[in-house]
Each structure stands twice: as structure tokens, then as C-alpha cells.
């Protein structure tokens, strides 16, 4: 699949002979704003010696997607309500500079690396080696530390108007990673308004490796407003609990019964304050990895969230075993997105598929070890409708 993936990219590019238009092409573009109003001359710098950029991915239906190679972050997504009217539906930042971590320590739509969620302590043991990783959340290494990939510039390896692939390499030891590293995340917008997400990885040396992806979506297309009233749905019949810092225990537990129960459609906020609880008080909301049904079928639904004011339906299909999925708990008012939009409390919802946080030290759960001749593969839908 994945041979196939960048053979059909390849041959497309080389049909069109799309890399040496793609200036010409940028020219163009760079006079108008986009479909969500961004100005892709504000995307262009130079960040730590690297060429950033905006690239708008477009389809027949005229769903638009913006994304910039600095941590490969999705930074708007256009798609129709019920009305026939676009609306964009993820948080994100005006201009690049907004990105950097001097000004916002943000993972807004960022392609996730090397480790996605959190590592107990900073630390795992692979083949009776130590590692020692950075630790900037409640002593633990969240998303790959201070440095993770989200405030890198990926290469650009090939571009068309529906698609986009960018890379990554990543030496030996960084961060306290074992192994050199090559990662791909291939971004494809089809006509049918599917936004898929494609990453594949190699090493060197063993390592470990759960890539995700970041966007907080907001499906009224208005972020001062919260996303409580939408309906959430997860294709999952336990979670993995946490203990006051957000570290996964090690149990895998029933949602029946339980406010973690979204096997029905149901409002997000209908017990997101259920502080009685002990899980909606450790993650201050809904901050937990669930536990998929899907088996790693990419074909069958893992969760869903619907807007009843927008009609807007996002569905999320995956071949990972879990689901992260976080309430915007953090947001605080501190951060002014887009269109000068200030983000507040549970103003979005993110949706990263990937495996189960702190795996490297539950070796009884599905392994994300990367081992040299393996490949690593993760693919992510989000897919758009109305209803």
C-alpha cells in the first residue's frame, strides 16, 4: 500500500510535470487569500534554516485544506454545512510565526512525532537499554518532548492540488530517541471530502515510534463558541484510565456505565462535568485514550462528531487499536486564533488516533516498537458529510 501510495504520486507528478509549475503556480496564489481567508505569503520564513510555506489542497466538491511544512500542521479545513455554505472547522493561527514555540506552545494540527501522548517519567527500556527522554508534563514526556516534531520543518517531497507529502529525519538520539529515523506524512484530500492521513517510518536502529495528528475541530465553524452541544460518538467498549498527572494506570476498563460511554451518540457535554467522577476529575474533562472495537479495520467507523447547528458530520476511520480524544480542557483565553478568535475553554474537540499512551512501558499492550527492515504504518480519515 504504501508503494502504491507514492506511485500514484509520482506518476501524477511526473504527468503534469507538476514540481517545476509549482512556483509558477505559488505566484498565483500568493495574490489571494484562501477559501478560509489565510494569506499564504504570511506562512513563508525561514525557520532554524528551513523554507516554510502554505499549501492549499482543493477538490471538486470545493473543500479546501491549508497546510504548512513547520510540524506539519493542518492549519484550516473548509468544508460545506447543510446549507451549502464553507465553514472552517479547525483552530489555528493567522500567520507562521504564530507557530513557533516562542510564541505559541501550541500542537494545533501538527503531525505528531516521535511519540505521540505521554511516556511514565520520560522513560522506557527497549532491548535492556534505558532511555531517558524529556519531561514537560507533570515530570512525564508528552508528544515528544519540549522539541518534538510538531516544532520542526518537514521537507516537502511532492505536491498536487489534492495532495501533499511531507518528511522528516530524525537522528539518533534525538530528543534521547534511539535511531535514525526517516518519516513520511502524506496528506490527500478526495472528492468525496475524505481528508486522509498516511505515515509511514523506517529506522535504523530499534526505536519507538506513534505518530498522530493534532487538529482541534470545531464543527460550527465559529471557535468563540463551545463544542459542547455537538454529539460525540467512539466505536469503543473500554478506555484506559488515568491517574491525576494523565498517566494511563495500566487497566483497560468497561465504559458501560460510565460517563465514557459514547457508543451511542451523545452531547459532549452532557457529563463532561461529572467531577464525581474520578476519570472527568483527573483529566479535567475528557482527556483518555479508548480502546477500539475496530480491530485495525480502517474501513469500519472509530468515532464521529456531528454539529446539529451546522449539520456538519466528521467521521474518523483508523487502522491504530486506540483514540485519543481530548475536550480542549486547557484552553484558557490565553491564545487568539484566527480571525483574532480567542480560545476558551472546550471551544474544540481533538480526535488522534494512535496506540496507547506510556506503551513502551506496558509491554502487554499492542507494541510500537520500530525495528530495522519494518515499516511503520498509520493512516487516519477524517471524512466530512452533512446531515
Request: charged letters at 15%; one cysteine or more.
Amino acid at each position: 500500500m504504501v508503494m502504491k501510495t507514492f506511485k500514484i504520486l509520482l506518476a501524477a507528478a511526473l504527468a503534469t510535470a507538476l514540481l517545476p509549475a509549482c512556483t509558477k503556480s505559488n505566484s498565483v496564489v500568493d495574490v489571494a487569500l484562501t477559501k478560509s481567508g489565510l494569506n499564504p505569503d504570511a506562512f513563508k520564513t525561514v525557520y532554524e534554516g528551513d523554507s516554510t510555506a502554505l499549501y492549499t489542497l482543493t477538490n471538486a466538491s470545493g473543500m479546501e485544506v491549508c497546510i504548512t511544512n513547520f510540524g506539519g500542521r493542518i492549519v484550516s479545513v473548509s468544508v460545506p454545512d447543510k446549507d451549502g455554505n464553507f465553514r472552517d472547522v479547525v483552530l489555528g493561527f493567522d500567520s507562521i510565526q504564530a507557530y513557533f514555540p516562542s510564541a505559541n506552545q501550541t500542537d494545533f494540527g501538527a503531525a505528531i512525532g516521535r511519540y505521540a501522548n505521554r511516556i511514565n517519567q520520560g522513560r522506557f527500556t527497549l532491548d535492556g537499554v534505558e532511555y531517558q527522554l524529556p519531561q514537560n508534563n507533570y515530570g512525564h514526556c508528552l508528544h515528544g518532548g519540549p522539541d518534538g516534531w510538531q516544532y520542526r520543518v518537514y521537507g516537502v517531497e511532492l505536491v498536487s492540488d489534492s495532495s501533499v507529502v511531507l518528511s522528516i529525519d530524525s537522528p539518533d538520539g534525538d530528543s534521547n530517541f534511539p535511531g535514525n529515523v526517516h518519516a513520511t506524512v502524506a496528506y490527500t484530500l478526495s472528492d468525496d471530502n475524505a481528508l486522509s492521513i498516511e505515515y509511514n517510518a523506517y529506522s535504523e536502529a530499534p526505536t519507538i515510534i506513534n505518530m498522530t495528528n493534532h487538529s482541534y475541530f470545531n464543527l460550527s465553524g465559529d471557535p468563540a463558541k463551545p463544542i459542547t452541544d455537538q454529539e460525540l460518538t467512539i466505536n469503543a467498549s473500554n478506555f484506559t484510565p488515568v491517574d491525576s498527572t494523565f498517566m494511563t494506570t495500566g487497566e483497560i476498563l468497561p465504559v458501560e456505565g460510565t460517563p465514557m460511554d459514547f457508543r451511542n451518540a451523545k452531547v459532549i457535554g452532557a457529563d463532561i462535568e461529572r467531577t464525581d467522577y474520578e476519570q472527568i476529575s483527573n483529566g479535567k474533562g475528557f482527556d483518555h485514550n479508548w480502546v477500539l472495537d475496530t480491530a485495525g479495520n480502517a474501513e469500519v467507523e472509530a468515532a464521529s462528531v456531528y454539529c446539529p447547528s451546522t449539520g456538519i458530520l466528521l467521521q474518523v476511520y483508523t487502522n491504530e487499536p486506540g483514540i485519543q480524544i481530548y475536550t480542549g480542557n486547557f484552553l484558557d483565553g490565553t491564545v487568539t486564533g484566527k480571525n483574532n478568535i480567542t480560545y476558551n475553554q472546550r471551544t474544540a474537540i481533538c480526535l488522534e488516533t494512535q496506540h496507547y499512551p506510556d506503551t513502551p512501558n506496558k509491554p502487554q499492550w499492542p507494541s510500537a516498537v520500530l525495528r530495522p527492515g519494518e515499516t511503520y504504518h498509520s493512516v487516519c480519515t477524517y471524512k466530512f458529510s452533512t446531515k
